[in-house]
């Protein structure tokens, strides 16, 4: 019953290993993107917590449009989005680090800290891909586990804390289990934490909830790094833009770890940023549409007495403790990509929202 990230990496390569040149053809036509979930023959992935409604119509037009000046560097269009990402969060342009997509962010903070050795306290389980090669380098883990109700145990991250901890990692809402922390705890936390270590707090999700980012703090702490995506609900998983919002200072002692600030974006990554920062349209529209269809994935799982976690993300954490069929399995006959289990006691499990054609198909494979 265990599907391994390794093994849908595997899969992945496979498949697009056997792309040719009249495949490629198919994939670049309008309206018909790689992994097209709308065709039956194709995989349903409901592993990696994409927008399964793509770019915006902005965002797709800009690409489209800047695709012809990808022979120059990417200067004055990261300059044009950095004045953009500054005047949504009400910050300054030095409070704003870009990279390919929020990992990069999070690997420079990692390799920031790690710098000093010493530890990192963080959630389990949590998104934690990024803290391998740190560890490799002698960064010591001090795994904290999760409350009972699957939210980030903050107090209890806080007591983990060691004299040498140089970076607590919090990811909220948190990724697999979808929950949040409540805002008001969340800043008592940030403020008390971050006498201690660098705070790095991962808001990949926040989009899909009401709750506001802590990027009003950032201006009077300099122990406290905010990393965002565009991966998300703005549908550029694949165009790889990220950022960080932080202290000026701390802007600058980061931007020290790689050899060219904002370098790793390109043009046609920067151009479908900035247009889909304008397009409020399209993100209220995937807001609501995946507002509904949780509501609806829960609903059914529920009806199939499957316990699952309140979420305010884009996917959904479920046990599959109840479950009597070979789960995984059945995913793989019905050719839909699902994830892995996150913890054995209680075999919880997460899927991504889909469209509700896809989700409807997820739990009639199920079912």
Request: charged share 20%.
């Amino acid at each position: 019953m265990y599907t391994s990230r390794r093994t849908w990496l595997k899969q992945v390569g496979l498949a697009t290993a056997g792309i040719g040149a009249s495949s490629l053809e198919t994939i670049a036509a309008p309206g018909n993107p790689f992994w097209d979930n709308t065709i039956d023959d194709k995989p349903v992935r409901l592993v990696a917590n994409e927008n399964p409604y793509g770019p915006s119509p902005l965002a797709r037009k800009a690409m489209a449009d800047h695709i012809s000046i990808s022979n120059r560097y990417n200067g004055e269009l990261t300059g044009v989005l950095v004045a953009a990402l500054a005047k949504k969060h009400e910050v300054t342009a030095g409070n704003i680090l870009v990279g390919a997509g929020s990992t990069e962010i999070l690997d420079i903070t990692a390799r920031f800290s790690a710098s000093k050795k010493g530890s990192f306290v963080i959630a389990q389980p949590t998104y934690d891909y990024w803290t391998y090669v740190v560890e490799k380098s002698g960064f010591r883990k001090i795994g904290v586990p999760l409350a009972a109700d699957k939210k980030n145990d903050l107090q209890a991250m806080l007591c983990a804390v060691q004299p040498d901890t140089n970076l607590i990692y919090l990811c909220n809402p948190n990724n697999p289990t979808g929950t949040v922390c409540d805002r008001d705890i969340l800043v008592t936390f940030v403020k008390e934490a971050t006498k201690k270590a660098i705070v790095l707090v991962d808001e990949a999700y926040i989009d899909f909830t009401e709750q506001q980012s802590l990027c009003d703090l950032v201006p009077y702490n300099k122990n406290l790094v905010i990393a965002k995506t565009f991966s998300k609900i703005y549908g550029l998983a694949g165009a790889r833009t990220g950022y960080a919002i932080a202290h000026k200072d701390t802007i600058e002692q980061l931007a020290l770890m790689v050899s060219w600030p904002a370098g790793s974006l390109s043009v046609v990554s920067a151009a479908a940023a900035i247009a889909s920062l304008g397009d409020e349209k399209f993100v209220k529209e995937n807001y609501n549409l995946n507002q509904l269809t949780r509501k609806y994935t829960i609903e059914q799982l529920e009806r199939l007495r499957l316990t699952c976690i309140p979420s305010n993300t884009n996917f959904v954490y479920f046990s599959l403790d109840n479950y009597k069929k070979d789960y995984f399995a059945l995913l793989k006959q019905n050719n839909i990509i699902g994830t892995r289990i996150y913890e054995e006691q209680g075999k919880w499990t997460r899927i991504t929202v889909g469209t509700m054609k896809e989700m409807k198909k997820f739990i009639s494979a199920v079912a």
